[in-house]
């Protein structure tokens, strides 16, 4: 089965701070993503990557970074957390771009304070 | 940015109802994908629908793909509780480096 982890479920940081967001996935993979879910607006696309060192501005890049430094993991940055960023950040990673079945991490919840 | 519209957003109803669920979009999707979430979870793939006017069946979940690839919808037929979770459709832009969109999910609620 395939496993995409994101390191923390559950993490409070201060205003100003910078936030690093990890996720691992275990099935070599290609495609890697970054979204954002907040109720009411559905999962929104930040970056996403297809291949090592490679990425791409999704919907919604503003305040964020992203780090591929090896294939099978993805690294999203705050760099001044805020607190619009308080949200649910959902990692996620398909096989390559043919629109194979994109498989989710279980999400880390972020609040900005 | 392209937009994937599902409605409704909210739907409440009774065991043993149907409903359907709709995503429209102006965009055309080289595939489009139907996922189910659970509260604490990341979203899990229940279908993907390919061909313009294909219908694939799951059960009792009922999926088609609008003949233009620009639309989708989700039938369940004799909702139970165990149907109660967030449902999104999601749309795949393979001419877009291979970027999925989702639509904003629909909250099903389905009492005993």
């Known amino acids: 089965d395939v496993k995409v982890t994101q390191s923390s479920r559950y993490l409070v940081k201060r205003t100003g701070e910078k936030v690093f967001l990890e996720c691992v996935q275990d099935?070599?993979?290609?495609?890697m993503f970054w979204y954002r879910q907040d109720p009411g607006l559905g999962l929104r696309l930040i970056y996403f990557?297809?291949?090592?060192?490679?990425?791409e501005k999704g919907d919604i890049p503003e305040g964020y970074s992203v780090s591929r430094e090896k294939k099978e993991r993805f690294s999203l940055i705050l760099e001044s957390a805020s607190t619009n960023q308080t949200s649910m950040y959902l990692c996620?990673?398909?096989?390559?771009?043919?629109?194979?079945?994109?498989?989710f991490g279980e999400g880390s919840w972020l609040t900005v304070v | 940015t392209q937009l994937l519209e599902q409605s409704p957003q909210f739907l409440s109803i009774q065991e043993g109802e149907n409903l359907t669920v709709y995503c429209n979009s102006s965009s055309v999707f080289s595939s489009l994908q139907w996922y189910r979430q659970e509260p604490g979870e990341g979203p899990v793939l229940l279908v993907t629908?390919?061909?313009?006017?294909e219908v694939k069946k799951l059960k009792r979940l009922t999926f088609q793909f609008g003949d233009a690839r620009k639309d989708s919808s989700l039938h369940i037929t004799a909702a139970q509780p165990g149907d109660t979770g967030l449902y999104l459709c999601a749309g795949y832009l393979y001419n877009q480096g291979g970027k999925l969109i989702f639509g904003q999910g629909t909250e099903l609620s389905v009492k005993p």
């Open positions: 099935m070599d993979h290609e495609n």
């Open positions: 990557s297809y291949d090592v060192k490679m990425k």
């Open positions: 996620a990673s398909s096989l390559d771009r043919s629109g194979n079945t994109i498989y």
């Open positions: 629908v390919v061909t313009g006017g």
